[in-house]
């Protein structure tokens, strides 16, 4: 097999042939099982600043908290109010016998406080919980106070269960079960749109059954990746390769069975097909695996720890998807002969429709007229664009969830009756002789409600300071800013924590991430088509229609996130992630479609421009549609999740993959192709091939 068209040779073993491909199927699945079996559990990530940059100040700020041993607790806050009435003595009361209860789930016999709000209607119980609890003990203990307050709170009184510990069991309740649910939803949909193109009443199980398995593999990889790699899993992370695993992987497998099919109507012995057939499609699902590996990497270099997450357990999938894509597909497909395509089964003779159906139309009409609807085509993408100039982004921590949580309406509560900080207080972390200055500095902060010292060791003060404002939120963050300056100007190595001031820390490290990894992406993706087509123009260009088709997408999506969903802006890390995942999955069917034009190119007497590329999209127009219909209702699949960062993912990836996979693929390469000519290849050597006759080849005839 060629590879990157290097001139020499270097071939892929085949595994194929009648007794190897039986060895591969059983060599498959005994490793599977052995990797499905293995006790591996991946390293998760933890609460809190999991989510913050090391070097970040919030960070630091809790760090040094740590070694003072001044977090061992965090409150999980109880708001109680009768929906805007005053409450009464015996509701008062009734405070006091709750908060004399809730004790027994305070750790370490730390005292629980109850407070009442200044307007009479609502009172809150701060209940101390371990700052160093798992996951499943903060569920464990939430659930049974929420059980326990519904039991014995007064008739008409309304009792939430919000704070810091709260949103940490309402965040994992939105991935309870999620695998499940993800893996049910994902399969189903591939199967479906499986059977549709195929229309064959079991062909479609081969590959599900391959892509199937390969993510579950996956899962177990990945988490072996976290005991020698700097990441971790989470919820959002899990889900995501996952989807990456089933779209990718579906994706080669559909190109690889294609060319298969083809194959199969030129050699009369299934082996041989299945070897030029790969042949023929590996070079251009390496290059495609390739560089979704490679910009997944680039968030290697990503400050943001969850971005990170994801870059490197997705490449991680990625890998293993195109390994059994490629090594075992091919063996699986063979095994059961021809009679898997029924009832449409190639036969070695005949003609390949494809080439004379509605793909052979649509390349006509491209190549025919390509200043028309070259222009079209951009004048539609640009039309898409038109929204970004209303985009915003950062969402607070109440908007998270596209459900309303508890926790969220708890705090909605509780920032009406009380300092909305309350729940979680930021900190100021500074030298203790300047202490009571700082914390004067602090309390003349606009927007501090409350400053007062706490933990006390090592030479340092704690000082908890209660803002007004709602928590991540651009108000808040403000707070936070100014805060930093005050304090600085006091006590140079003040540090300023907490919540609030890690949610601002994190949206830093979005921005930051976004300037690094955005241009190494565009580089990596360059580089690779650069290496594949051995043409700068080429590469360039088809560079520039997936950006396009990104800030297309965007443009679209964010209309639907506003009229459809009334989501109030993205969250921070959605346009990087989105970026990624749409030039390197956007990508695969330019590369898919160029590969293919440049091997009729290079076998063509002399057109290398308009004939070529009209079989290229001829022969490959009903695969990469297929694929990416399937890719972009893969990523919809996230929408299952009541996560409003996974939905906006999902959708916009979606409409990208569909407006990459029907205008740019479809309509503006053909039409650059056919305008530029030989220049399109320029400079490498279909630049210079000898003109012979350019005319559009002959339509091949069907078989009656």
């Not at 709750?98 to 789930?105: D, G, I, P, R």
């Not at 209607?121 to 569920?139: C, K, M, R, T, W």
């Not at 279909?686 to 339509?699: C, F, T």
Request: aromatic share 6%.
């Amino acid at each position: 097999m060629e590879l990157f068209d290097g001139g020499t040779k270097r071939r892929l073993p085949h595994l194929v042939g009648a007794k190897l491909s039986w060895i591969v199927v059983l060599l498959a699945v005994i490793f599977s099982g052995v990797a499905l079996s293995a006790p591996i559990t991946a390293d998760e990530s933890q609460n809190g600043v999991a989510n913050v940059p090391a070097d970040a100040e919030s960070r630091q700020a809790a760090d040094l908290r740590d070694e003072m041993g001044g977090s061992e607790v965090v409150p999980a806050i109880v708001v109680l109010d009768r929906e805007g009435q005053a409450l009464t003595e015996s509701d008062r009361t009734a405070v006091e016998a709750l908060a004399k209860t809730l004790q027994e789930y305070s750790v370490g016999g730390a005292p629980v406080f109850q407070q009442l709000a200044e307007d009479g209607q609502a009172a809150l119980i701060g209940v101390p919980l371990s700052s160093s609890a798992s996951n499943d003990e903060l569920v464990t203990i939430v659930e049974k106070m929420r059980a326990q307050l519904a039991d014995e709170v007064p008739e008409g009184m309304r009792a939430q269960v919000t704070g810091g510990p709260a949103f940490t069991v309402d965040l994992a309740g939105v991935f309870d079960g999620a695998d499940t649910r993800l893996l049910f939803a994902t399969a189903g949909v591939v199967a479906f749109l499986l059977l549709l193109t195929y229309r064959s009443p079991w062909l479609w199980l081969v590959p599900l059954a391959v892509v199937g398995v390969a993510d579950q593999v996956a899962i177990t990889v990945v988490a072996v990746g976290t005991k020698f790699l700097p990441f971790t899993t989470d919820g959002a992370s899990v889900g995501i390769t996952s989807v990456l695993v089933f779209g990718a992987g579906t994706n080669y497998a559909l190109l690889l069975i294609a060319r298969y099919r083809e194959e199969l109507r030129r050699h009369e012995n299934r082996y041989d097909a299945m070897k030029v057939a790969v042949d023929r499609a590996a070079p251009a699902i390496l290059a495609s695996s390739g560089t979704v590996v490679l910009a997944l990497l680039c968030l290697g270099f990503a400050e943001s720890p969850s971005s990170r997450n994801i870059g490197l357990g997705g490449a991680l999938g990625i890998i293993t998807a195109v390994v059994y894509a490629l090594l075992v597909l091919p063996a699986a497909m063979t095994v059961p002969g021809r009679a898997l395509f029924w009832p449409f089964v190639p036969r070695a003779g005949q003609d390949v429709p494809e080439r004379a159906g509605f793909w052979w139309r649509v390349a006509e009409g491209v190549t025919k007229r390509p200043v028309l609807v070259g222009a079209v085509a951009l004048a539609a993408l640009a039309v898409l664009m038109i929204p970004l100039t209303g985009l915003k982004s950062g969402l607070s921590q109440t908007e998270q969830f596209r459900a309303t949580p508890e926790s969220v309406t708890g705090q909605e509560t509780l920032g009406e009756h009380f300092a909305a900080g309350s729940s979680q207080p930021t900190i100021v972390v500074t030298s203790t002789d300047k202490a009571p200055a700082v914390r004067a500095a602090a309390e003349d902060v606009e927007g501090v409600q409350s400053a007062r010292p706490g933990t006390e060791a090592d030479g340092r003060t704690v000082i908890e300071v209660v803002i007004s404002a709602a928590p991540a939120t651009d108000e808040a963050f403000a707070v936070i800013e100014d805060l930093r300056s005050a304090t600085s100007e006091v006590d140079s190595g003040a540090l300023v924590g907490g919540t609030d001031a890690e949610a601002l820390d994190a949206d830093r490290s979005a921005d930051r991430d976004r300037w690094l990894i955005i241009p190494l992406v565009l580089l990596v993706v360059l580089a690779v088509l650069l290496a594949l087509l051995r043409s700068l123009v080429a590469a360039v260009l088809l560079v520039l229609t997936v950006v396009a088709t990104y800030a297309a997408a965007m443009g679209a999506a964010w209309l639907v996130f506003t009229n459809v969903f009334d989501f109030p802006a993205l969250d921070l890390t959605v346009p990087l992630l989105a970026f990624l995942f749409l030039v390197a999955l956007g990508v695969d069917y330019n590369i898919f479609l160029a590969t293919r034009a440049k091997e009729e190119a290079e076998q063509s007497p002399g057109d290398v421009s308009r004939g070529p590329i009209s079989l290229a999209l001829a022969v490959t127009g009903g695969v990469i549609t297929s694929a990416g219909v399937l890719l972009a209702a893969v990523f919809a699949v996230l929408g299952v999740l009541p996560l409003i960062v996974l939905t906006q993912i999902g959708v916009i990836v979606g409409i990208g993959v569909l407006l990459d996979t029907l205008v740019v693929r479809t309509v503006l390469v053909p039409a650059m192709v056919t305008l530029l000519g030989r220049w399109f290849w320029w400079p490498g050597h279909l630049s210079r091939k000898p003109a012979g006759d350019e005319a559009q080849p002959q339509k091949e005839t069907v078989a009656p």
